[in-house]
Each structure stands twice: as structure tokens, then as C-alpha cells.
């Protein structure tokens, strides 16, 4: 599965930014897809994910201002982010997970200036 994210860019605190994520097949049944973010000297974390059934879970940092969707008609995955911080300042990965296997995208940065 090869993934492609796009959407980051540089925002203002408190602004929004939309990322969107296309898989390279049909994502509808058994897997789960969302985003993790690796922020400079920091580990890779965990932002949101969905799975096909779409149950949701979130880090407990971005409750309340990320909301995770997904789009199985057209093998797409999204994040929607508001009140942005400059602590979200990381590049962002689109993850599917599915029978075990692991696959990312290329990252794509998010720069929040305050």
C-alpha cells in the first residue's frame, strides 16, 4: 500500500489546517489508517486513528480541536485540525495498518507560529 499525504503548511496559532491522506487501494474493510507526528528530538507519536468501522481514538493532546475521518469511496483518510498550537509543530504521517503489516507515507510538515 503506498500512501500520500498532503496538506501541511505553515499556520498561525489558533488557525486550521486540513491534511488528507490517498491509499494506493480500495481501504474499506478491516484496517485501520490514521496520523502520527514526530515534532524535532522528539519520538514519533501517536495524533488520531479510525478504523473501518469508524471508531475513533485520539491522543489526549488534540481531543477537542483534531477530528479523524475517512473517506472509503475514495481510499482517504483526513485530519482536520483547528485551534492549532506550536506545540503541533511536527511532520505528520499517514498510517494503514492492516492483518499485522505496517505501512507510512512520506511525512508532511505542519509549522504553527505563534
Known amino acids: 500500500v503506498q500512501l500520500q499525504a498532503s496538506g501541511g503548511g505553515l499556520v498561525q496559532a489558533g488557525g486550521s489546517l486540513r491534511l488528507s491522506c490517498v491509499a494506493s487501494?480500495?481501504?474499506?474493510?478491516?484496517?485501520?489508517m490514521g496520523w502520527y507526528r514526530q515534532a524535532p528530538g522528539k519520538q514519533r507519536e501517536l495524533v488520531a486513528t479510525?478504523?473501518?468501522?469508524?471508531?475513533?481514538d485520539y491522543a489526549d493532546s488534540v481531543k477537542g480541536r483534531f477530528t479523524v475521518s475517512r473517506d472509503n469511496a475514495k481510499n482517504t483518510v483526513y485530519l482536520q485540525m483547528n485551534s492549532l498550537k506550536p506545540e503541533d509543530t511536527a511532520v505528520y504521517y499517514c498510517?494503514?495498518?492492516?492483518?499485522?503489516?505496517?505501512?507510512w507515507g512520506k511525512g508532511t510538515q505542519v509549522t504553527v507560529s505563534s
Open positions: 498510517h494503514f495498518q492492516q492483518r499485522g503489516m505496517n505501512y
Open positions: 487501494r480500495n481501504i474499506a474493510n478491516s484496517n485501520v
Open positions: 479510525i478504523g473501518s468501522s469508524g471508531i475513533t
